[in-house]
């Protein structure tokens, strides 16, 4: 059974950083494209990152130049560096990939940026 486990998530103040990570087990982990979504109150699940099996990375506009999405495979995790936070970063982080027209997604980890 897969399953995604994130953490890293808190509560910091604007100008601070936090690193997600995210655990991936049941699965052949190196051979997904992973993402990192976020989703704020009352708003709709957006894309953050992205790296491919290659370790190519792609941003949001929104967060590219502050966030840095990683992965090391021999631990099986993804890890999302976000750094200079802002108070319109808050909001639920998931870790997802895609397998064959079906999604995993992780339960989310908790960020909050106060100002």
């Known amino acids: 059974q897969v399953h995604l486990v994130e953490s890293g998530g808190g509560l910091v103040q604007a100008g601070e950083s936090l690193r997600l990570s995210c655990v991936v087990s049941?699965?052949?982990?190196?051979?997904?494209?992973m993402d990192w979504y976020r989703q704020a109150p009352e708003n709709k699940r957006e894309l953050v990152a992205t790296?491919?099996?290659?370790?190519?990375?792609n941003y949001s506009d929104s967060v590219k130049g502050r966030f840095t999405i990683s992965r090391d495979n021999a631990k099986n995790t993804v890890y999302l560096q976000m750094n200079s936070l802002k108070p319109e970063d808050t909001g639920v982080y998931y870790c997802?990939?895609?397998?064959?027209?079906?999604?995993?997604w992780g339960q989310g980890t908790q960020v909050t940026v106060s100002s």
């Open positions: 997802h990939y895609r397998y064959r027209s079906s999604d995993y």
């Open positions: 049941g699965s052949i982990f190196w051979v997904y494209d």
């Open positions: 790296i491919t099996r290659g370790k190519d990375t």
